[in-house]
């Protein structure tokens, strides 16, 4: 029998590489394929990329950051294709109205900004600090994540800051999940913290709630070992 298949959605900035720790440790127990994050600037019309592409009819689904907003986004519009979910280090909430939803359009067009006058080297500098623990500064993980960065273009990321100045809210979405899902979250992650993942648990029927320690936003690479056993005790939870 084929070992089921894992969508694995990368976040922001990121590609393939965000989820290779995932890829090797869970070999033995799951087919995985990551999904696009670009070329669309909305994340309805990427989650519907997904579910074309996707090399299988039912799939167990995981996201990280804005990937699990586009995960959300698959679960609204085709929750039967779905066997189990994983959220990390996300949110489901719009943007806010008033100042601050101004606030963070100004941050992002800001940053975008770099990006189109000095290059992705330039936004990695001033992006990832925030996105990792201070521990992890100048280590060859952070390297890796700096190049990874680098490897996007100004223009996916012009769609991406798009998408997610757009984002829908995903309450209703939360309220409709009916698979295993696991909220997992890096305990000293700032921009999307665990108070928010413990608020989206509680509204996840049949949910598991994880918060690692000694990480931040970049779970994946900065804990890979807590994070792919995680994973691997989602993938065995009963349906």
Known sequence: MAAPLL???PGLLCDDSVWQPQIAGLADRARCWVAPNDGH???PALAAE???QAPAERFALAGHSMGGRIALEV???APERVERLALLDTGWQPRAGGEAGEAERRQR???LAVARESGMAGVALRWLPGMVRP???GTAVYAQMQAMVERRT???FAAQVQALLDRPDASD???RIACPTLVLCGEQDQWSPPDRHTAMAALIHRSRLVLVPDCSHMSTLEQPAAVTAALADWLTAPC
């Open 135 to 137: 521990a992890a500064h």
């Open 7 to 9: 969508v694995l959605v």
């Open 41 to 43: 600037d909305s994340l």
């Open 154 to 156: 100004p223009t996916q």
């Open 173 to 175: 979405v939360l309220a």
């Open 50 to 52: 997904l579910l074309r």
């Open 109 to 111: 067009l800001a940053l």
């Open 75 to 77: 679960m609204r519009q």
